[in-house]
């Protein structure tokens, strides 16, 4: 089964404020979720991705099922723990188990 998934403006402007500040801090985990997401944007197959990546096919799909469950929060969620900058203990729990971070 085929399908496209295609995102407003607003939300190509937050992953990209998202994967320029994952750039200056150098997560590189970060940078491969969000390049993802944007990838998947522009149309290119799961499979593609993950081999440009270096990833496997099921992380893309896993990142792609959380941002779609949950939204930009999963990225960003994802951002705050690799930063180091989670304030509340249940969300980094549930960040930790969503990304096997």
Not at 9 to 25: G, N, T, V
Not at 42 to 58: F, M, N, R, W
């Amino acid at each position: 089964m085929n399908f496209r998934i295609r995102y407003n403006r607003e939300k190509i402007k937050e992953l990209m404020s998202s994967l320029h500040k994952a750039y200056e801090l150098g997560d590189i985990h970060i940078v491969k979720r969000v390049s993802a997401m944007l990838r998947i944007h522009e149309g290119q197959s799961v499979k593609d991705i993950s081999q440009i990546l270096g990833v496997s096919l099921q992380a893309v799909y896993n990142w792609l099922k959380a941002f779609l469950v949950i939204g930009y929060a999963a990225n960003r969620q994802a951002y705050i723990l690799n930063t180091g900058q989670c304030q509340i203990p249940y969300q980094c729990i549930y960040g930790t188990i969503l990304f096997g971070i």
